[in-house]
Structure formats: C-alpha cells, structure tokens
C-alpha cells in the first residue's frame, strides 16, 4: 500500500466539511486536483471512503472507520514533528465529552479523585448528549466519553475498538416536592393521575427509564406534562412542584438529605445504571495511553466515584 499524508489530511479536511469544494479551497488545490488525491486514496486503501451521492457528501462505513485511522496517523505525525522542533505537548489537554448530568454533578468529584491517583490531569470537557458523544468518539474527535451505561440500551459500543472502565454506579430515583407533612405531593401508587416530567424521546436516560415503565404501565397513571433531555432541567421543574420525574441520585443528594426532594415510590421503582469513561482504541495519543495505563494500575475501588 501506497499512501502519502497529504492524502490523509485531504480525507480528514472532507470529513470535516463535507464539501469537495470547501476542502480544496482548505488544502489550497484546485477542487479537480482534490478530487483525484480523495480517488487515490481509495484506490490504495481498496475501498470506496466517499458516498458522493448525497448533498453535502458523506462518509461510507468504511470512511466513517478508516477516519479515525487517518486523523490518528495526521496527528501523531503533528505530534512528532511537535517533539523534533522543541514543541512542549507534555501537559496537552484531553478532550472528554461527557452527558449533561455527568458534567455537570459527576465529573468534577471523579477527576478530583483520580487525580489524587495519578497526578495532575488537564483536561477540556464539553457536554452533550449522549447520542452526540458516540458520534463524536467514533469519528475520532475527542480523547475520551464519560457516559452512562445500560446493557439493554439500543446504543451500544463494540468493547474491542471501545474500551472502557467502570467507574461508577448510579440509580435513576423517581422524586417529588414534598408536602406539608413530608410525604410525596405526587406519589406513584396513588389513585390519582401523576403529572410526569420526562426526559424526551431520544434522551438516553429517558430509554432506561422507559423500559421499567413499559411493564409496569397498567399500574400508573401518569399524564406528560414537560419534557426536556437534561437530567438538571428536570430536577429543576421537580423543585417548583410541577410534577415528579426520575432523576440520577448523585445530581439530587442535598434535596433529599435537606427533604426538599422525597421519593416519589419505594426501590422497586429505581432504574440502576453505571457510568463508564470510553476511549477508541484506534487512537493512539500519548495523553491517552499514559491515562489509560495509569487508570489499569489503580485498584478498582479507587476508580469508582
């Protein structure tokens, strides 16, 4: 196989833009001549990379793989480079995406915690949904996914090409405003219609929770009353008396040992959840690796949160 880098960084430059005419304006070539480089590199890597039928163009399954290879042999080349020329990539930030809640309530004790493990770690989080991060970590575009896990969701990652480490355990708590005597103002066994707050139809905490409800539907009366994606949103609307909703107990402890939040019904109701932090095994940057040795080091208590 014959491939040359300029190849590799015109594939990553038209997977960033979609657009055969905007990379070549980009890799300062004429879009004919970008053209022929992408044909090139599809006939070295025997593989048809580019679906150009479609308006902007995307990516072939193939591509969609093969871009996580490319972007990763672009940058430990920049990497290199970097370390010929007396660049100081040591302390380089990792990139984690992470769930809304996640970043929000859990991230900041977790990395508190793991640091005292293995020392300083800079980092740069961006929160997403949970749909959004795997995308972002199959293409290649961050260093790591902290995100919730559940073996019955219909999102699921292949655990050679995504590793991942366990690192906490959650439950799902169904949770209402108390009223003046202390009990739930919207108890879930109670004879009447339950204002629910829930999370919206592609959320993926809003699966889990599905899945209990779905055996379970007869014994409720719950009518919809707002929706949103984020655990916080709901936990806000729980706190003005809207109605109840289930809510990660880690992004709810103060309210319910303060008993401005109660449950709203007994355990059998929890939806149990863990959280896990992900990598792409096809990439390869030293920041990573380091972490990630260092992570399989540490006792499995020391890792979860």
């Not at 009223?179 to 707050?197: M, Q, T, V």
């Not at 449950?263 to 972490?291: F, M, N, Q, T």
Request: glycine content about 6%; some cysteine.
């Amino acid at each position: 196989m014959n491939l040359e880098t300029k190849w590799l960084e015109d594939f990553v430059a038209l997977a960033n833009t979609r657009s055969f005419s905007a990379s070549a304006r980009q890799r300062h070539v004429t879009q004919p001549a970008f053209s022929r480089r992408i044909r090139a590199l599809e006939q070295a890597v025997g593989a048809t990379l580019v679906d150009r039928s479609t308006t902007p163009v995307d990516l072939t399954p193939e591509g969609q793989l093969f871009l996580v290879t490319a972007r990763n042999l672009v940058e430990q080349l920049n990497e290199s480079l970097g370390h010929l020329r007396g660049l100081a990539i040591a302390n380089e930030a990792l990139d984690i995406v992470a769930a809304h809640s996640l970043a929000l309530s859990f991230f900041p004790p977790w990395i508190s915690r793991l640091q005292q493990g293995i020392g300083e770690l800079p980092t740069r989080l961006v929160a997403m949904n949970v749909g959004e991060a795997i995308h972002v970590l199959r293409e290649g575009k961050c260093d790591l996914m902290l995100a919730y896990y559940d073996p019955y969701a219909s999102m699921q990652l292949d655990p050679e090409v995504f590793p991942s480490f366990s690192i906490g355990q959650v439950k799902m708590l169904p949770v209402s405003l108390p009223d003046e005597e202390g009990r739930p103002r919207f108890p879930l066994e109670g004879s009447e219609s339950i204002p629910y707050l829930a999370y919206t139809q592609g959320a993926f905490l809003g699966s889990s929770v599905r899945m209990l409800l779905k055996n379970d539907a007869l014994r409720l009366r719950l009518r919809t009353v707002y929706e949103t994606a984020m655990a916080e949103g709901l936990k806000g609307m729980v706190l003005q008396g809207i109605g109840m909703a289930w809510i990660p107990d880690f992004c709810i402890r103060d309210e319910l040992r303060d008993g401005r939040l109660v449950r709203a019904g007994g355990e059998e109701w929890d939806v149990p959840l863990e959280i896990r932090l992900y990598r792409c095994s096809l990439v390869h940057k030293p920041g990573v690796e380091k972490l990630w040795r260092q992570m399989q080091k540490l006792p499995r208590d020391f890792l979860q949160a």
